[in-house]
């Protein structure tokens, strides 16, 4: 999936491409460039309960030739994914599941995705 965003990034106002790759379930690779800077994002999902998850987000930025910037993007970056990912949480605490949702075709493949995810659940689950 790819994005652009217009945002702040260490003070500069910048557009931003976001490549979002999903590898199976619970793994997204993420690549964001911006003028300023640019970082890898790992993403690692996990359940631990019928309720809850663990996530572990790693983050890889490209070095400058410049050991200021690259100490406060060291400091500075960390802290903008994390505020970002939090911003989704009420989103995520209040999905209701539809057997059959109303999708649009930008919604890609996620009958596919439901189907192939099928199989990781017990039968005894129901996904209601």
């Known amino acids: 999936m790819m994005m652009k965003s217009r945002r702040k990034v260490l003070g500069v106002l910048d557009t931003t491409d976001i490549e979002i790759?999903?590898?199976?379930?619970?793994?997204?690779h993420s690549d964001v460039n911006s003028k300023p800077v640019q970082v890898s994002v790992i993403l690692t999902t996990t359940p631990v309960d019928a309720e809850h998850v663990e996530i572990h987000i790693s983050v890889k930025f490209k070095?400058?030739?410049?050991?200021?910037k690259n100490f406060f993007i060291k400091r500075i970056i960390p802290k903008y994914i994390?505020?970002?990912?939090?911003?989704?949480?009420?989103?995520?605490?209040?999905k209701i599941?539809?057997?059959k949702p109303l999708l649009c075709q930008d919604d890609g493949p996620i009958m596919k995705i439901?189907?192939?995810a099928q199989q990781f659940y017990p039968e005894s689950v129901s996904l209601e």
């Open 21 to 28: 790759t999903y590898h199976g379930f619970g793994f997204v």
């Open 63 to 68: 070095k400058s030739w410049n050991p200021i």
């Open 82 to 94: 994390s505020d970002d990912f939090i911003k989704d949480f009420p989103v995520w605490e209040n």
């Open 97 to 99: 599941y539809y057997d």
């Open 114 to 116: 439901r189907n192939w």
